[in-house]
């Protein structure tokens, strides 16, 4: 069992930027893909971002060019880098590994 631990979260006004870490309580070279969906009240969980493998990376159309997910094999973490973010990127954001692994999630609020 591997467990997936959101951080970095919080208050943003719009324009600024967060940097989510996912840490994995086991090597996560095990996993070939891991990413980061979000869910705003009162809609479906959405994929964010996906990072594949040896580090090939894909993204939402809504977040392209604004996010940047990266992996740390030696520290079992998986990062989201978020830049220029917006009010509608407000949501839970989770992590995600294979074999149906989550985080519990982390709050991100973007401020108009």
Same mark, same amino acid.
């Given at each position: 069992?591997?467990?997936?631990?959101?951080?970095? +979260?919080?208050?943003? &006004? @719009?324009? #600024?930027?967060? %940097?989510?870490?996912? !840490?994995?309580?086991?090597?996560?070279?095990?996993?070939?893909?891991? +990413?980061?969906?979000? &869910? @705003?009240? #009162?809609?479906? %969980?959405?994929?964010? !971002?996906?990072?594949?493998?040896?580090?090939?990376?894909?993204?939402?159309?809504?977040?392209?060019?604004?996010?940047?997910?990266? %992996?740390?094999?030696?520290?079992?973490?998986?990062?989201?880098?978020?830049?220029?973010?917006?009010?509608?990127?407000?949501?839970?954001?989770?992590?995600?590994?294979?074999?149906?692994?989550?985080?519990?999630?982390?709050?991100?609020?973007?401020?108009?």
């Amino acid at each position: 069992q591997v467990q997936l631990v959101e951080s970095g +979260g919080g208050l943003v &006004q @719009a324009g #600024g930027s967060l %940097r989510l870490s996912c !840490a994995a309580s086991k090597s996560i070279l095990r996993f070939n893909v891991m +990413g980061w969906y979000r &869910q @705003a009240p #009162g809609k479906q %969980r959405e994929w964010v !971002a996906d990072i594949i493998g040896g580090g090939t990376t894909v993204y939402a159309d809504s977040v392209k060019g604004r996010f940047t997910i990266s %992996r740390d094999n030696a520290k079992n973490t998986v990062n989201l880098q978020m830049n220029s973010l917006k009010p509608e990127d407000t949501a839970v954001y989770y992590c995600r590994a294979d074999g149906g692994y989550w985080g519990q999630g982390t709050q991100v609020t973007v401020s108009s």
